[in-house]
């Protein structure tokens, strides 16, 4: 018998991983390569000149090696072996529990020529280990040529590059157990998901402290409808650009999750995936896929300004009114022009929106549009931009999807409303009589209310411009022993210095006086049923819930009984009053922080925060 | 807080469902002699409040709490001044919710 390898032996090995004593085991003949000793074992690589995988020699063994029979390089005839995962890698092991020596060291190690049709390997140009193919195989003999620069791969390796993009059903005996996405989490690692490709970011270079590198992202949707973001980067990046598709269905699994960082959310989700070169992603068959619904969270026209100038996308469904021609606008960034296209929809919230479509919305869809309005269909968008044009906008960005007439419970609704009533009603655009920075409060306190948790919740709101909103709390402390005021002019308000001699001085006046009044400025910490948050205060709206100008104040604080200026403050808590406030970014220490400045104060009306509640109660029970 | 004894938020329309069991509303005061107080209650009926009234005077809007007796009359065990000034749409709304779709949430 020619002294060799037993052709595809290794390939026989994994595709027989637990064979049977008993039964006669084809002739595997293969070459020992890399033999050390590790711990009181011999591990080694199994060759058979194309494919290797990690073996181990059990201690029954090592005799063998030691009295020389056994030789790095050498043949061995395995007898009874074992196959089995490394647990924490995609590799598995050969245990040689029984063999006989072939042969003894030879004089190099055994690589065939492979050709790259007969082996069936698909190369791609992206792929880690490249195979620079030769020509054929001669005979059943084994050419040994010293210079080759054939890379031998392990055998996992080589049957996930051939089973790449398969079906699982080639898989053997692993029925796969799918988790849906709701239920992952950072604590339990076990699990594969099945979902659809419904979102593919561009693939993007970074250069930060530690280097450079790449990353891209994807969204992935359920069957459930849950969706979560996925992110590589570097060799992940690499590895999986091509393979993920837009609208492909895959199994998953080997990802790691963490909580989501709010800043970049465009799911909702409140974990985030990210798959390293360990993960594994493989296509599912035709038979498996499924297409996943667009999953709508709508949010009704007169509500859309808590989202004005924030950084969530929304969704609205409404009825078209009106389709504008095509625009031409020029961007500002590169002076390019961008076709642009504003439809009107209204909903039963009898009020109408504006919402910018552009580049192929406004030219493709928008002419759908336009072709089908006079029969006032439905239309439901899914990822707004919330902006303050003319009080409430909306506008399309690129992951913005759009329905006509959309197969939904919420489009049947709309559709109904409208033939019965909404057509006649006479309708209101939602953004008038709205500006940001409306001083009176009466109507200012009732839109946009928002409860202290939707502030707190997103840190980067106000990034760009400040966003307003009004709430309903209870000043649950104010520190008795912060500074309360500053010295203010008594012409101009702003803030004085010591001047020359007694007196104090005020930049904006340029001129000395004796007197000086105090006003105040403070952050006290409100409450409402979703939580807590600092506001700041300055002097108009303090002295409101105060009760007394912080002159009176600070003359309280110095009287001999302290308790006076304490229980002055006390009183202030625990009774409830309407906010508007703004929220804006601020930087302190080099950190960016955010900051909820009350723009004005009024008392509760009960009978209309009644009526805001009613109104809230009967809106939900007909969601 | 007592709540052995629970009262149902009633408007006109609902106090004929819990005749003979203790109910709540509150009405605007019409008339007061010695038959007892008439009142109008939140959706326009007009009902009888009997019972010994509180010796302070009363407001305009006045809650009742007490036995029902009849579909428009209720015999008062309490009396509480609820000023000259309220929104009855707002309170008729609340009747309706607490023995509508709500009625789990009272008792």
């Known amino acids: ?623 | 807080m007592d709540t052995s004894n629970p009262a149902v938020f009633v408007n006109g329309a609902l106090l004929r469902m819990y005749v003979g069991r203790r109910v709540r509303t509150v009405i605007q005061v019409i008339q007061s002699d010695s038959g007892g107080v008439t009142g109008k209650s939140t959706d326009d009926h007009q009902l009888v409040v009997k019972g010994s009234q509180p010796t302070i005077p009363l407001t305009n809007f006045v809650e009742v709490i007490g036995i029902a007796d009849s579909d428009r009359s209720i015999r008062a065990e309490m009396w509480t001044n609820f000023g000259n000034t309220f929104d009855t749409n707002n309170y008729n709304q609340l009747c309706q919710l607490a023995n509508g779709e709500y009625k789990h949430l009272f008792i």
């Open chain 1, 1 to 623: 018998m020619a002294k060799t390898v037993t052709p595809d032996a290794i390939s026989i090995l994994l595709s027989n991983p637990s064979p049977d004593s008993s039964s006669n085991l084809p002739e595997i003949v293969v070459q020992v390569l890399d033999l050390k000793l590790t711990g009181n074992r011999y591990m080694f690589n199994a060759s058979d000149g194309k494919l290797t995988v990690r073996g181990i020699l059990p201690s029954n063994l090592s005799s063998e090696v030691i009295s020389g029979n056994i030789q790095n390089k050498g043949l061995i005839r395995i007898l009874d072996y074992t196959v089995n995962d490394i647990p924490t890698k995609s590799e598995k092991y050969l245990i040689v529990t029984k063999c006989e020596v072939v042969a003894p060291a030879l004089e190099m190690e055994i690589k065939s020529e492979v050709k790259s049709e007969e082996v069936g390997i698909i190369l791609k140009p992206k792929q880690e280990n490249e195979m620079k193919s030769e020509v054929k195989r001669e005979g059943a003999g084994i050419l040994v040529k010293p210079k080759q620069e054939i890379v031998t791969k392990s055998a996992a390796q080589i049957v996930h590059e051939q089973r790449g993009n398969m079906a699982p059903s080639a898989r053997l005996a692993m029925t796969r157990r799918v988790h849906p996405l709701v239920s992952l989490n950072p604590y339990q690692g076990n699990w594969t998901i099945k979902v659809s490709v419904t979102s593919k970011g561009n693939m993007r270079t970074y250069k930060n402290a530690r280097g450079e590198g790449c990353v891209f992202n994807v969204e992935l949707t359920d069957e459930d409808g849950t969706q979560i973001q996925a992110t590589m980067f570097n060799e992940a990046a690499r590895k999986f650009y091509d393979r993920f598709q837009l609208g492909k269905v895959y199994y998953i699994s080997r990802g790691t999750l963490r909580v989501a960082n709010k800043q970049f959310k465009t799911v909702q989700n409140d974990y985030e995936m990210n798959l390293n070169e360990n993960s594994e992603v493989e296509e599912a068959s035709n038979e498996e896929t499924f297409i996943p619904e667009t999953k709508f969270n709508f949010v009704q026209i007169d509500e859309l300004g808590r989202y004005v100038n924030g950084s969530d996308l929304v969704d609205v469904i409404g009825v078209l009114q009106s389709v504008s021609p095509t625009m031409s606008i020029r961007r500002k960034s590169n002076n390019e022009m961008v076709p642009k296209r504003d439809i009107t929809v209204a909903d039963e919230t009898k009020r109408t929106v504006v919402v910018s479509l552009w580049n192929d919305l406004a030219t493709n869809l928008g002419q759908e549009l336009l072709d089908v309005v006079d029969q006032s269909p439905v239309v439901a968008i899914k990822s707004l931009k919330v902006g303050d044009f003319q009080g409430i906008s909306l506008s399309a960005v690129g992951r913005s999807t759009v329905l006509i007439n959309p197969d939904i419970p919420e489009s049947k609704k709309l559709k109904a409303w409208f033939d019965s009533e909404g057509k006649g009603t006479s309708m209101a655009p939602v953004g008038s009589g709205l500006s940001p920075s409306t001083k009176t409060g009466v109507r200012s306190m009732y839109s946009d209310r928002v409860t202290l948790s939707h502030i707190t919740s997103d840190p980067s709101m106000g990034e760009e411009k400040p966003v307003y909103f009004s709430i309903r709390g209870f000043i649950s402390l104010i520190k008795p022993d912060q500074t309360m005021w500053y010295r203010a002019c008594k012409t101009c308000n702003k803030k004085v210095t010591d001047g020359m001699g007694s007196g104090y001085w005020c930049e904006g006046c340029q001129k000395n006086d004796d007197e000086c009044s105090l006003r105040y400025i403070m952050v006290v910490r409100v409450s409402d049923e979703s939580g807590e948050a600092w506001i700041s205060v300055f002097n108009n709206e303090a002295e409101k819930m105060i009760g007394c100008s912080a002159d009176e104040l600070d003359k309280l604080k110095s009287q001999m009984e302290e308790n006076s200026y304490q229980m002055k403050l006390k009183e202030v808590t625990w009774v409830p009053y309407l906010f508007r406030v703004s929220v804006t970014q601020h930087e302190y220490n080099n950190e960016k922080r955010q900051r909820i400045t009350a723009r004005d104060v009024a008392p509760v009306d009960f009978a209309a925060e009644s009526k805001l509640l009613l109104e809230e109660l009967t809106k939900k029970a007909s969601q």
